[in-house]
């Protein structure tokens, strides 16, 4: 089934004076799809994912979010309605867990009540217990505990579009993997779509729906993890694939009690 | 009873100096902070007003706060002047108003330079969330910039009200009265106990504020309202407990002005003492400038002091010759009258300008009057106060004698007596009616050419006055009851210890021995 167009991407560049982030671009992502962009660091991932919430603005082409092009739309307002984890995680420091998971409620208007429940409900569903941890201040927890605060916080205003950069990046691999999967099950279960940006291709793969390849502001590469691992069209790419499916068969044959 | 009659009189000042103290620094602060915190958050994000708002704190920063606050009255002057033209209203340009200015420009650099440190300080990663979760710029400012920043900001606060609360006793000589009434009068009368008293003043008000602000500081960072409140009521009940008899004092209806030295401090305590034998209420402005405190009775911001026929005859008449004290006098007045002033009378003594030295060596240079010095002061060195050297009196010598010295300095009047008779010093400027010409046996030099100016001390009354009969009867009786000999005498007793120096106490004894003499 053909998913229905929620982020569209329009022969979008994006220049910083001489320098070209991002070159004629175009990129639809469907409601409910969960995508992963993989590239390398400087690639213009992040600023491809900037362009959705108008935390950067194309040099040209267009930007659609919900069939309306987000020139149109006033940056603030837009931003409540999408969910963002950032790379650094930027929870508020001089604010509890509860009181940064709910800021977005806050700035829409929500009742103090109905904010700490929200609070706590998202607490729950990233798995952290709600009275251990609402009246924390950021500093006093681990770094995957802070990561799924900033998962909460950026899913506390009930939006359809959820983007992710480097969410996982700074995590050991068994939180890594542990919240990779909390996520996706929270991903299918409230009906979001997600696009996330990763330079861990292995990541990627275990993920998402589909994966699109940036390289030097290019988009080279497009498709679902099966057929990127199988039949990988670009030389960079089949480059950047061979390491993870080593290692995946290397894993396999000693699974199966060989070498 | 205490040890030293100078610490009761120090206390019994007390309410007065330390109420205008915390009026004018609180007042200072609190329109400091209105000023340079909405202009440094305005400066965050625009580079050039930040840099020309940081340079601008900076230099005026690097000003001496005594001339600072010198500067602010003239400049309010013309103000004053101008918005009297346009709109019919002046304003006084003494006291309050120069010293909030000054000093509120004089607190901004630590507020301002935290707020821009504390606000750029913040991680970037914590600013982008701020707008990636849909903040717009006043919510990112106010509902993140400002607290994160707040710890730093207070600190610059703390700075602020520190420096503003010690420079704040540097408003004394432009009219408003502080702990620094303590220090210039102390100077001038040589009353360390009074400087003393009036520096642990200051420092323990400015140490008290810097605590509770702290307090509150570390409230706001550890997020203890119960610290910030504590904090806040300290210092409310400082502002309340400082203000409260200052303004419950009565209005004095008569305000007597003294300049920055000895004789003027006691003869405003001659004034006040009469003027309250009369049954009148007054208050004192003392310690002011010599040109300011001519213009504050012009303004009528004072009703009456002791100026001097030759002051007035330079510096206000620009006049460069010289004429015999009754021609002065009597020009002076029509001068005077046509500005409506008036000159109720001459006391009886002259304070000139001279040039003194010590006998010892007058005589074994052979050195009688101004002409005999000429000759050898190539040789010789001369001290003066911190106005001899710029008056048109000195000019008016260096032409008329030729004079010109091996070296020349400013002295504190109080050092160059005895530097003279020590001999670190050839000759002085001195004045005719210090009592310590005689103390240490200095002799002064005639003036053959009657180069300079006859300087009667007069009495003058502020516009309007002189039609105030109580007032004028009261002051009445000092006209020519003071001869130089009565004068000297007072001055030296200034320079004795213990109760008896003090202008009150020299005043009261001048005024039984003009009863005395039966003037």
Redesign the interface.
Known sequence: MPRAPIIEFSDVSKTYGEAHALEHVSLVVGAGEFLAIVGPSGSGKTTLLRLV?R?AEPSSGEVRVENADVRLAD??????RIG?V?????????LTVAENIA??PR??GWEKDKRAARADELLNLVRLDPAHYRDRLPAELSGGERQRVGVA?ALA?EPKIVLMDEPFGALDAVNRDAIGRDYRALHAGLGLTTVMITHDLTEAVLLADRIVVIHEGRLIEEGTPRELMISPKNAYVRELIETPRRQAERLGALLKGGA | MSLDPRIDDALARLPDYLGNHVLVSVSALLLGLAVSLPLAILSIRRPVLRNALLAFSSIVQTIPGLALLALFYPLLLGLSALTGRAFGASFSALGFLPAVLALALYSMLPVVRNTVTGILGIDPAVNEAALGVGMTRRQALLMVELPLALPVIMAGIRTSAVWTIGTATLATPVGQTSLGNYIFTGLQTQNWIFVLFGCVAAAVLALAVDQLLALMENGVSTRKRGQIALGAAGIAFIVAAALGPGFAASRATYIVGAKTFTEQYILEALIEERLQAAGLSTRRRDGLGSTIIFDALKAGDIDVYVDYSGTLWTTQMQRTDTKPREEVLAELKTWLVARRIDLLGALGFENAYALAMSRKRAESLGIRSIADLARVAPGLSIAGDYEFFARPEWRALVDAYGLSFRKQMLVQPEFMYPAAAAGEVDVISAYTSEGRLAQFDLVVLDDPKHVIPPYDAILLLAPGRAGDAKFVEALKPLSGAIDVKLMQAANLRANGKGGDSSPEAIARWMWGEIVRSGK
């Open positions: 919430n935390l940056p603030p307002l837009l931003r409540r963002y950032f790379q650094g995680i930027g929870l508020f420091p001089h800021i977005t700035l829409i916080r205003a």
